[in-house]
């Protein structure tokens, strides 16, 4: 997948390397300054993720390794004036996957590029509407934010037929919802809706389905603003395993103490607060009234 270099105006370009969206065929991808969206486009089989899709989600996630950015996964929207139900994925390529066997299990076809979405540097936000089942939920699984809505069913019913959910979710949903849940789920083939998951902190957020990309650009909003650098390593050492704690927090802090960016923006914070102190005190209030954001202590 060739990358080029395009003039875009405003927000949507920043001059770096941009993915080529037109050679896409699974994806639709819309690339920002700060982020990148990628919708996964298979309607016809309900978003189904097969061998081409998994090879462009690895062209994303290659772009992203070299150029770090937010990455904003969601499925077909939904149009309730045309009656169109949203979906995200409805698992793997059933046709595909029922023609795989051993060889092609042991190469992790699914559990790689999940795996891979999951180490990317920034964060990424999983835009959940209708079934997110089987492959699907367990590409969910791997973002770091999960948004829903009432709609959203998510569960892994492979048990069901003759397989395991062999992508991640005998492990991340366990560390997700908890054993008792998750067992459930992987075992006796639960499906849960919207109201569940956002009981159970599968998704931290629930709107409407045509609220759903804006809730995701939002939160992605919340994450840009912050220091990029700052999150990044945050990412990394929340996912560091508990026995290089503290040593890798003590390290990563030293780091960042000496980035330009933890300068400007504690000076910035500095600035503001001296401002706030040099603003002049409310006027005295007259004819025996109370100044606004004062008490009456006689």
Known sequence: MAETIQETAGEAYDGGPRLDASAFTTLVVEELAD???????????RNAIDQTMVDELHLVCAHLERTPKI????GTPSDPGAGVKGIFASGADIAQLRERRRDDA????????????????????????????????????????????????MGNPETNLGILAAAGATWRLKELVGEPLAKEILLAGKVLRGQECLAVGLVTELVEGPEL??????????????????VRISKAVF???????????????????????????MQAFLDRKNTDRKKPAAPAATNGETAPGTTDDK
């Open 213 to 230: 990309d804006g809730a995701a650009h939002a939160l992605a909003d919340r994450i840009a603003a912050q220091d990029a650098l700052a």
């Open 35 to 45: 982020r990148l969206a990628v919708r996964l486009h298979r309607p016809e089989v």
């Open 71 to 74: 990455l904003i996964l969601s």
């Open 106 to 153: 042991l190469a992790g076809i699914n559990s790689g590029v999940f795996e891979r979405i999951a180490r990317l540097p920034m964060p990424v936000i999983a835009a959940l509407d209708g079934f997110a089942l089987g492959g699907g939920a367990e590409l969910a699984y791997a973002a770091d934010f999960r948004i829903g809505t009432p709609e959203l069913r």
């Open 239 to 265: 996912h560091a395993p508990r026995e290089v704690h503290p040593v890798i927090d003590t390290l990563a802090q030293g780091m960042l103490f000496e980035s330009q960016a933890k300068f400007d923006r």
